[in-house]
């Protein structure tokens, strides 16, 4: 299977930001997690990468801006080594969000615009030592209300 093919089956699972310990992971973690151990079985290199944002900056709307108890995020994505460089994947954002966000489309050879605007990028070995499990868990404490409602507008943007 091309490396193009599984970045859309991985991107084009609904984006859903796990709410409890039992929900789903089918946010950047999830997915970027995902589409690294389906490429590295395919014989790709690839690693799984992080970066820091703030969800202050992304396009949502004002009543979802106020439920920010935690501006700081780790945004989760991949890289996969093709023509012997590293490039970078973001499988966030699925296709029935296309029109109202940045859904990218991967050519097979260049960078993908991420999903968020990169505060600081986490070097590829600090990235790979991050206990990101235990971060995403602390985060969810504080940003539950906001993480049901961001569900909720993209459910509702699919449904159109």
């Known amino acids: 299977m091309q490396a193009t093919e599984l970045f859309v089956i991985v991107r084009d699972i609904p984006y859903h930001i796990p709410t409890s310990a039992h929900d789903r992971d089918a946010c950047c973690h999830g997915k970027s997690e995902l589409l690294c151990k389906l490429l590295q079985a395919y ?3 690839a690693r799984l990468m992080l970066c820091t944002f703030r969800w202050s900056a992304l396009p949502l709307p004002e009543e979802l801006k106020k439920l920010i108890k935690n501006d ?7 890289e996969v080594k093709q023509g012997g460089r590293w490039i970078r994947l973001d499988p966030s954002l699925d296709a029935g969000l296309r029109g109202k966000l940045p859904v ?4 097979g050879y260049s960078n993908t615009k991420l999903a968020v605007i990169p505060e600081k990028m986490v070097s590829p070995s600090a990235s790979q030592k991050m206990r990101l499990k235990s971060i995403l868990r602390a985060d969810l404490k504080k940003n539950k209300k906001l993480y049901q409602k961001i569900n909720t507008l993209y459910e509702r943007i699919r449904l159109g």
Request: net charge negative; glycine share 14%; hydrophobic share 35%.
């Open 43 to 45: 014989g790709f290199s």
């Open 72 to 78: 700081h995020g780790l945004h989760s994505y991949v």
């Open 104 to 107: 990218v489309d991967w050519d």
